[in-house]
């Protein structure tokens, strides 16, 4: 396609640079400056670069588009706005604005044309990763000869700070790894951030930095006026086969402005004289705001017409592939509603207490390699501990290009190397694309490392399994840096989080069968590295309730409460218990936030008025108050010691539980009628 830069293009350039000071001025907040120095690439990008229809923005082989600096999130919307998606004026006019559509930073499923949540800066970039891994592994599973159905490609803006982030700088590692040239980056090289010019402490070589990650770099030395040169670097981003692009381009934030080129222009609304000379130089009214001179309009319009011709060619195509290929066509045709097969949770394993001790982890690979059978959209992986988190099924083949001769692109195990930080990112690409239940492994205490990701996953809605082992003192010898004590009260503060701690195997098959039906829930599996019994008194039926009463007394005295592995000591306890006269039950609770979502007259089933609750975990005690009248936990670092050790060290054993129920049964006996926690919350929650 040749191109040829006209004088609409520079009118509707002009038209983003005033509307980028209007929208931010209006709500007195944002970030004008990198708006105004993107928007020759910006028109670029969206008037002759991007395939796209926005009239059916979800089409699922359209390019992709990131704003990994989303603060700049002004110009996306604009950008939206113009080329015709579901994003009015008035909702320019409500940027960051109480519940309007165009939130501070790029929301996903709140802004249409948004593919991702950004804001913490590189996290977009990694994102933008996932969603070339994706792309690349729909075309490797699905494409045939002249049918290719996925081609789209990604683009993803970033600046100065997601540069300096370190997952951008994984995500980026691993990118050039796999040679991902579906995925094309453009560096927004101003020179400025929030402590103003970057040479205060941004001085490195970026082109060297990524040229040794196995990246093409190109550079643009004018990305403020020089269309041509852009427009000639994507070309050049297109014709690369072997590697993923970066391209370097020299901008001036705040383009326009009186201070043009200075940190001023960065996070703060342009003045009322700076604007008027603004819109005086391009060409517009001073007194006139939020304009689209009816030529830029019509411009824009014609380009979102291409993209729709483009899509209803695509539609044509798919549809005489599924003449020709019925079975991948319905599969994809699956995938893409996030309908699961019929049947399909009946291959997880259930077990009965005859079944031989095993580690949660375990059971957890058994789960995995029987769903990997029936779940072609599962994509695993793991960051480098593929052997202990036991996350790759036997007859897995590895996500890699084809020319490394270790893998192919239509593989479903990622090899993720030591990268926590990209991996927990990149699975929200994943995700984003649609296509795909993206399950990945770490240690349970290194989930945190990700932890930027992991919080954007429960606030994007998106489907991503941690699969995380060692997850207690129960790892033994590694000690304190890597037992998490208070990692399970995290995540489970986080809204829209479903942390899973499953005490046997029925309850792991729970997890999973949950995790893989909450496709707008993210999910952690806690798993244990040590042995523990398959239990008397669980199912995979009672567990998908997040709580179950797992031993009953009507005569109880006290209800033992715990998780994972404490919960069969809890019941070993009940037996000693009875040696001291001393009736009990025992509830497990392996996810807290599904337990929460059953109704009332269940959960004060689980856990009854009229006696006390005594819960269980070696981990912190915070946030067992809704639960238990009593807390026994760990509410310091571990130890480095023999597992066993270490449960006795912190009076974990049978023994210490019985005697500390013995000792909350004495002191309640004088208390009258005992409240649950449960009846607790809900008469306040009736007061609202």
Same mark, same amino acid.
């Given at each position: 396609?040749?191109?040829?830069?006209?004088?609409?293009?520079?009118?509707?350039?002009?038209?983003?640079?005033?509307?980028?000071?209007?929208?931010?001025?209006?709500?007195?907040?944002?970030?004008?400056?990198?708006?105004?120095?993107?928007?020759?690439?910006?028109?670029?990008?969206?008037?002759?670069?991007?395939?796209?229809?926005?009239?059916?923005?979800?089409?699922?082989?359209?390019?992709?588009?990131?704003?990994?600096?989303?603060?700049?999130?002004?110009?996306?919307?604009?950008?939206?706005?113009?080329?015709?998606?579901?994003?009015?004026?008035?909702? *320019?006019?409500?940027?960051?604005?109480?519940?309007?559509?165009?939130?501070?930073?790029?929301?996903? !499923?709140?802004?249409?044309?948004?593919?991702?949540?950004?804001?913490?800066?590189?996290?977009?970039?990694?994102?933008?990763?996932?969603?070339?891994?994706?792309?690349?592994?729909?075309?490797?599973?699905?494409?045939?000869?002249?049918?290719?159905?996925?081609?789209?490609?990604?683009?993803?803006?970033?600046?100065?700070?997601?540069?300096?982030?370190?997952?951008?700088?994984?995500?980026?590692?691993?990118?050039?790894?796999?040679?991902?040239?579906?995925?094309?980056?453009?560096?927004?090289?101003? !020179?400025?951030?929030?402590?103003?010019?970057?040479?205060?402490?941004?001085?490195?070589?970026?082109?060297?930095?990524?040229?040794?990650?196995?990246?093409?770099?190109?550079?643009?030395?004018?990305?403020?006026?020089?269309?041509?040169?852009?427009?000639?670097?994507?070309?050049?981003?297109?014709?690369?086969?072997?590697?993923?692009?970066?391209?370097?381009?020299?901008?001036?934030?705040?383009?326009?402005?009186?201070?043009?080129?200075?940190? $001023?222009?960065?996070? $703060?609304?342009?003045?009322?004289?700076?604007?008027?000379?603004?819109?005086?130089?391009?060409?517009?009214?001073?007194?006139?705001?939020?304009?689209?001179?009816?030529?830029?309009?019509?411009?824009?319009?014609?380009?979102?017409?291409?993209?729709?011709?483009?899509?209803?060619?695509?539609?044509?195509?798919?549809?005489?592939?599924?003449?020709?290929?019925?079975?991948?066509?319905?599969?994809?045709?699956?995938?893409?509603?996030?309908?699961?097969?019929?049947?399909?949770?009946?291959?997880?394993?259930?077990?009965?207490?005859?079944?031989?001790?095993?580690?949660?982890?375990?059971?957890?690979?058994?789960?995995?390699?029987?769903?990997?059978?029936?779940?072609?959209?599962?994509?695993?992986?793991?960051?480098?501990?593929?052997?202990?988190?036991?996350?790759?099924?036997?007859?897995?083949?590895?996500?890699?290009?084809?020319?490394?001769?270790?893998?192919?692109?239509?593989?479903?195990?990622?090899?993720?190397?030591?990268?926590?930080?990209?991996?927990?990112?990149?699975?929200?690409?994943?995700?984003?694309?649609?296509?795909?239940?993206?399950?990945?492994?770490?240690?349970?205490?290194?989930?945190?490392?990700?932890?930027?990701?992991?919080?954007?996953?429960?606030?994007?809605?998106?489907?991503?399994?941690?699969?995380?082992?060692?997850?207690?003192?129960? *790892?033994?010898?590694?000690?304190?840096?890597?037992?998490?004590?208070?990692?399970?009260?995290?995540?489970?503060?986080?809204?829209?989080?479903?942390?899973?701690?499953?005490?046997?195997?029925?309850?792991?098959?729970?997890? #999973?069968?949950?995790?893989?039906?909450?496709?707008?829930?993210?999910?952690?599996?806690?798993?244990?590295?040590?042995?523990?019994?398959?239990?008397?008194?669980?199912?995979?039926?009672?567990?998908?309730?997040?709580?179950?009463?797992?031993?009953?007394?009507?005569?109880?005295?006290?209800?033992?409460?715990?998780?994972?592995?404490?919960?069969?000591?809890?019941?070993?306890?009940?037996?000693?218990?009875?040696?001291?006269?001393?009736?009990?039950?025992?509830?497990?609770?392996?996810?807290?936030?599904?337990?929460?979502?059953?109704?009332?007259?269940?959960?004060?089933?689980?856990?009854?008025?009229?006696?006390?609750?005594?819960?269980?975990?070696?981990?912190?005690?915070?946030?067992?108050?809704? #639960?238990?009248?009593?807390?026994?936990?760990?509410?310091?670092?571990?130890?480095?010691?023999?597992?066993?050790?270490?449960?006795?060290?912190?009076?974990?054993?049978?023994?210490?539980?019985?005697?500390?129920?013995?000792?909350?049964?004495? #002191?309640?006996?004088?208390?009258?009628?005992?409240?649950?926690?449960?009846?607790?919350?809900?008469?306040?929650?009736?007061?609202?």
């Amino acid at each position: 396609m040749v191109f040829t830069p006209s004088e609409i293009d520079l009118k509707s350039i002009a038209t983003i640079r005033t509307l980028a000071a209007d929208v931010v001025a209006n709500a007195k907040s944002g970030h004008p400056g990198a708006p105004m120095g993107l928007a020759p690439l910006a028109h670029l990008l969206w008037s002759r670069i991007m395939v796209a229809d926005p009239k059916e923005s979800h089409w699922i082989n359209r390019d992709r588009f990131v704003l990994s600096n989303g603060h700049a999130c002004a110009l996306q919307y604009i950008m939206l706005h113009l080329m015709g998606y579901d994003l009015t004026m008035d909702d *320019l006019k409500a940027f960051r604005q109480l519940d309007s559509r165009t939130p501070g930073h790029p929301e996903v !499923h709140h802004t249409d044309g948004v593919e991702v949540t950004t804001g913490p800066l590189g996290q977009g970039f990694a994102n933008a990763v996932g969603l070339a891994i994706a792309q690349a592994n729909a075309a490797g599973t699905y494409n045939k000869d002249n049918f290719d159905l996925f081609t789209n490609r990604t683009y993803v803006f970033l600046g100065d700070g997601c540069m300096q982030e370190g997952v951008a700088s994984e995500a980026a590692s691993l990118a050039g790894h796999l040679r991902l040239h579906n995925l094309i980056a453009f560096f927004d090289d101003n !020179h400025v951030s929030i402590d103003g010019d970057t040479k205060c402490s941004f001085t490195e070589d970026v082109p060297k930095r990524f040229e040794s990650y196995g990246w093409n770099v190109l550079v643009v030395d004018n990305g403020d006026s020089d269309l041509q040169a852009l427009y000639d670097a994507v070309v050049k981003a297109w014709d690369e086969k072997t590697k993923p692009t970066l391209v370097c381009v020299r901008t001036t934030i705040g383009f326009g402005s009186v201070n043009q080129g200075k940190a $001023s222009t960065h996070g $703060s609304p342009l003045k009322d004289d700076d604007i008027a000379q603004l819109k005086q130089k391009f060409g517009f009214n001073p007194d006139e705001k939020f304009v689209v001179p009816d030529d830029v309009r019509a411009a824009y319009k014609s380009y979102a017409e291409q993209g729709a011709a483009k899509r209803a060619e695509w539609e044509k195509m798919f549809e005489e592939y599924g003449r020709k290929y019925e079975n991948e066509h319905k599969e994809i045709c699956r995938r893409i509603a996030h309908k699961l097969p019929e049947g399909w949770d009946q291959v997880l394993p259930r077990y009965e207490p005859s079944d031989k001790p095993m580690a949660t982890r375990k059971l957890s690979e058994l789960a995995i390699t029987k769903l990997a059978s029936v779940l072609p959209e599962m994509l695993g992986g793991s960051a480098d501990l593929t052997g202990s988190n036991l996350t790759r099924w036997s007859d897995a083949t590895d996500f890699q290009n084809p020319s490394l001769e270790i893998g192919k692109y239509s593989g479903r195990y990622i090899r993720y190397g030591v990268r926590e930080h990209a991996m927990g990112a990149i699975m929200n690409g994943l995700c984003a694309y649609g296509m795909h239940i993206p399950t990945a492994g770490t240690f349970l205490n290194f989930v945190t490392y990700g932890w930027g990701a992991v919080r954007l996953s429960s606030l994007s809605n998106f489907q991503v399994i941690w699969v995380a082992t060692h997850d207690s003192i129960g *790892l033994g010898e590694d000690g304190p840096t890597h037992q998490p004590i208070e990692v399970a009260a995290a995540l489970r503060a986080l809204p829209n989080m479903d942390f899973w701690r499953p005490a046997d195997g029925n309850e792991v098959s729970a997890a #999973y069968k949950v995790a893989i039906e909450s496709y707008k829930t993210p999910s952690v599996v806690s798993l244990t590295r040590q042995n523990l019994p398959q239990l008397e008194g669980s199912s995979m039926e009672k567990a998908e309730k997040g709580g179950y009463v797992l031993l009953e007394d009507k005569e109880a005295a006290i209800t033992l409460v715990s998780t994972g592995s404490e919960v069969s000591i809890c019941v070993d306890a009940v037996a000693k218990l009875a040696e001291k006269g001393i009736k009990a039950r025992v509830v497990s609770i392996p996810c807290f936030r599904v337990f929460d979502l059953q109704p009332y007259d269940y959960r004060i089933s689980v856990l009854p008025s009229g006696h006390p609750i005594l819960s269980v975990e070696a981990y912190s005690t915070f946030g067992w108050g809704v #639960y238990s009248h009593v807390h026994h936990g760990i509410n310091r670092f571990g130890v480095s010691a023999p597992y066993q050790k270490a449960y006795e060290k912190f009076q974990l054993t049978d023994h210490d539980i019985a005697d500390k129920a013995v000792k909350v049964v004495e #002191y309640y006996k004088s208390m009258g009628h005992i409240h649950s926690p449960i009846a607790v919350q809900a008469a306040f929650e009736l007061q609202k």
